[in-house]
């Protein structure tokens, strides 16, 4: 029957390509975007919550804050990518009225975390942590 109907549209010659097949088969309802949403934004309250938490640990506090609260930032913008789509999200990021705080996010996101892990730099991981938040407030 779809055979007939593509024939009397005149879509014959269009067959489905193994692209559009992908993704028919991975879009999500609207009810499974919105759960997903509220999964990704509660781990990125959680991880900022215990970065928070974590950063009164002696010595390896501030680390840990900014290890956790670059994760958190990053699952909530995760979560955006639930109701919007990730093409949607990444098009309106790199909008011209927001590319110098998306990248300026970005690259405090990318710049926390080797403050943490490879530099061993505490007060420069906090310096990158609230630029995160003024980028992601701008």
Known sequence: MDKLKRVLSGRDA???SGLAEVI???SL???TRVKGFIACFAIGCLCSILGSCLLWIPRKGL???A???TLGNIASI???MFL???MKQLKRMFEPT???ATIVMLLCLILTLCSAFWWHKAGLALLFCILQFFAMAW
Do not use: C, H, K
């Open 14 to 16: 269009e067959e489905p």
């Open 24 to 26: 028919d088969a991975t």
């Open 29 to 31: 309802s609207w009810g």
């Open 63 to 65: 680390i840990l804050f």
């Open 67 to 69: 290890v956790f609260y």
């Open 78 to 80: 995760g979560s955006t």
């Open 84 to 86: 919007m789509g990730p």
């Open 98 to 100: 927001r590319l110098i």
